[in-house]
């Protein structure tokens, strides 16, 4: 039996994997007014929840490269999978601020290995001139799912309570494990894929391919003194906290500044959906430019650029009149970050061999998480309530918008230079 376009019914299988991923993730921050309230846990008890996540997280980036180079994309992705959903199920069985710990430390160490297993799957599936398309594809499940997250979960835990939500999205992360399993097997023998499919796969019509030389992969010392892998882990350092702002206090930002109710977070899916159409304009566009001659790092770092001037609208956010003008702006400002996601991604395949791509993801990720803490602990800090009144200021997250305005903008001359500098010293095109 043979499937024709096989390599998109893989990609469909990674975004999927991905809408799973932030719905699970961020089913506790969307129902954190519910949960903090059902448990007594204190703003300050839940930015020190979402540490421990962030601290697993980082930890399995790390781990999980060395499982993906080892196992391969499929059989990894596969354990990871299960596992952030056995650890979502868990999350009912929470009683207090210290097992909501618990179990958000074991979310965070399988749900990390779902950003290093599906690059890898992308650079075995597809030539370079479509890793960025299948990269926005599965890249787009992270806002899609959180585009449905607000709507689904707050109506789930409405109507069943949030205990038996969490349950419900363990389940549906098992049921995608077994397609996967079937379908995913290694590219050279896979018996569902055509001839010419196979060829197109292993075929490489961009300008970078032909001046690229053949290199082996890296250890993880040699990964740690490339200048480009120190390069791109600051560009996701500083530029995640942004993207992590509006998964994680957000919708909690919307209850307290902007007066919305538990069920009113739900608004929150036209913010995500901009995301999800960003991270697939960002891929779509990076295509178009390589097809008409720029090599893939120039047509990102291009792309990216773009993006990163969209971002000082962000202080719009909090001074906004309207609750519509709010959301209307943080629309804009997670399009553009999904459209930069998408790119600074692709450029890691771009630049790392592919025996090492594992390794180089985790590596570069943990700079996010690092980026996530420092965010988490910073906006906690700025919700400390007045030592007199003990009241939150309805102002105290204006600070962090105004902050976010330059974060993607101070990256991109360290990309510029870090990309120039790997592409000079290897004697490549220069781009």
Known sequence: MKI?????????????????NYVDRNAFSLLAPTIQNNLNVPDQDYANIQVAFQVAYAIALLLSGLIVD???????????????????????????????????????????????????????????????????????????GMTLAPIALVWLSGQYGWRSTFVVMGLLGLVWVLP???????????????PKERDWIYSDTTPAAATQPAVSGWTYGEALRRPEVWCLLLGRM???????????????YLVSARGLSQAGVNVTWVVFLAAGIGSMAGG???????????????ARLAIMLGCALCMPLSP???FAPTLAWS??????????HLAWLTNITSLIVDVVPGPSLGKVFGIVAAGSCVGAIIMNKMVARLLEPDTITKLVSPTAYNKWYILAAGLHLAVIPVLIWGVTRRRNQQGMAAY
Not at 4 to 20: E, K, M, T
Not at 180 to 194: A, D, G, M, Y
Not at 240 to 251: E, H, N, S, T
Not at 284 to 298: D, E, H, V, Y
């Open 316 to 318: 719009l956010v909090a």
């Open 70 to 144: 080892k196992l391969g994309s499929g059989k990894a992705l596969a354990l990871f999978v299960g596992w952030w959903s056995l650890a979502s199920m868990s999350t009912s069985l929470a009683n207090s601020t210290l097992t909501l710990g618990i179990v958000m430390f074991m979310l965070g160490l399988g749900e990390a290995g779902n950003w290093t297993a599906a690059p890898k799957a992308v650079s075995e599936w597809f030539p370079a001139r479509q890793r960025g398309l299948a990269i926005g594809i599965y890249t787009a499940g992270t806002p899609i």
């Open 284 to 298: 779509w566009l990076a295509s178009l430019f390589i097809k008409r001659g720029w090599t893939p790092p120039r």
């Open 4 to 20: 024709p376009y096989l390599r998109w019914w893989i990609a469909g299988l990674l975004f999927l994997a991905s809408v799973l």
């Open 327 to 336: 959301l209307a702006f943080a629309g804009v400002i997670c399009f553009a």
């Open 180 to 194: 996967w399993l079937v379908i995913n097997r290694p590219v050279k023998t896979h018996p569902w894929l055509t």
């Open 238 to 252: 500083l530029s995640d906290p942004v993207w992590f702002f509006y998964l994680i206090w957000y919708p909690k």
